[in-house]
């Protein structure tokens, strides 16, 4: 005989497509009923025009489709209901009730995600690249990695990602992040019409941050890492103060007035007591017919790496992402590519030594 039981069992690997959980424990399975070996069931999407209703309907019949005495049933897709979707954003936000999320649930003390801040002294130095490049590696290598952009001055992950006019999913006030390359994304720009330049007082800025942590359903994910904005701001100061146990990552070039403020930035992260996970040389040199050029000079990440008690993480040489496209992600088999992958190890090693040791 067909039961209720088996019908919710069968539906439970059924995944909302956005927020990768199952539409049983998400509550969007509304009703069911059994007649015999006929069954009525009805799920609840969280917005009538849901772009990815096709999706659910067609995993749903499947899954019904294979429950064991089972012939015939009917389904029905309706839309949830303002109560529906106050349970559906508390299960995402893992049980706590919206009153209750002061402390969003990824900046709680026993939080397993860990934040790794990238930072430079100079702009243009390649830092967001070096962010977004490093993310693909990870995520390459099974990492459940996000990306905040927090380089308000100049929010260049979303064109490094290619990902054009996509902007996150909006349920009520949950926001989803973009995902590419198997990246969560959550940037400013999503929410700057037109990329009309953004004059940000100082609380600004802290604000924004803090909604992207309580705002923001990021799932279950390893590692954030934070673009920073160049120099050492307000910002900075506010992910000091905001996530205490962030780790911080510093790029610069091999210029001597590029490490020099670079230093600076270094300075601040072990007065504020963050650990700075080593220095990232981008731009080190072109290579052409086996043979290096140093075209910014050479040995200026080694020098900062000396004067921080650093490592020197890794050496990114020069060269074009993509010919073809607009975006910045180096493939997996380039250069730099592979240089971003041994970065990665380095860092997965040097992040989950911090989670044995407690830092
Ligand atoms: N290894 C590299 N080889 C060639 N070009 C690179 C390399 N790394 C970065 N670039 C290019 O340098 C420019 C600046 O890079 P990016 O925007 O990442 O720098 P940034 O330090 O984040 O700057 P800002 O702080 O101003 O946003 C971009 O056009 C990027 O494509």
């Known amino acids: 005989m067909v039961t209720k039981e088996a019908i919710l069992d069968a539906l439970r690997p059924v995944q909302d497509p956005e927020v990768h959980k199952s539409i ?18 009805e799920v609840v999407l969280t917005i009538s025009g849901c772009p990815l209703r096709n999706v659910i309907d067609q995993e749903v019949r499947e899954a019904l489709g294979k429950v064991e005495g089972l012939k015939t049933f009917d389904l029905k897709l309706g839309t949830m209901t303002d109560e529906e979707r106050a349970q ?25 995600t860990q934040f790794v801040a990238v930072a430079s002294g100079k702009g243009g130095v390649g830092k967001s ?25 100049g929010f260049s992950i979303p064109g490094i990602f290619g990902i054009g006019d996509k902007k996150p999913t909006v349920i009520d006030n949950l926001l989803l992040p973009v995902v590419a390359h198997d990246v969560k994304i959550m940037s400013m720009h999503f929410f700057v019409p037109d990329n009309r330049p953004v004059i940000w007082r100082g609380p600004m800025l802290g604000k924004m941050l803090r909604n992207f942590f309580a705002e923001v359903h990021w799932g279950d994910i390893d590692v954030i890492l934070l673009d920073m904005p160049p120099g050492t701001g307000d910002m900075a100061l506010d992910i000091h103060q905001l996530l205490p146990k962030s780790k911080e990552i510093i790029v610069t070039t091999p210029q001597q007035n590029a490490t020099e ?15 700075i996970l080593g220095v990232v040389e981008n731009m080190s040199f072109f290579e052409a017919k086996g043979e290096k050029h140093f075209i910014f000079g050479k040995g200026g990440g080694e020098r900062l790496s000396l004067e921080l008690k650093t490592d020197l993480l890794a050496q990114i040489p020069l060269g074009v992402a993509n010919e073809e496209s607009v975006d910045g992600i180096y493939p997996a088999e380039s250069a730099q590519g592979q240089a971003y992958a041994h970065l990665a190890k380095t860092i997965g090693r040097k992040l989950e030594q911090a989670v044995t040791t407690g830092k």
């Not at 424990?25 to 015999?36: D, T």
């Not at 559906?88 to 397993?112: C, H, I, N």
């Not at 403020?261 to 270094?266: L, S, Y």
């Open 24 to 41: 049983v424990e998400l509550g969007m399975v509304r009703h069911v009923e059994i007649n015999g070996d006929h069954a009525e069931v």
């Open 88 to 112: 559906f954003r508390s299960v995402l936000r893992g049980g706590q009730p919206e009153e209750a999320a002061v402390t969003p649930a990824l900046l709680a003390p026993d939080a397993k």
């Open 129 to 153: 690249t070096v962010t977004a490049n490093l993310a693909v590696a990870m995520a390459r290598q099974g990492y459940r990695v996000g990306i905040i952009d927090a380089d308000i001055y």
């Open 261 to 275: 403020v670079a230093a600076r930035v270094g300075t601040m992260a072990i007065q504020t007591q963050h650990e």
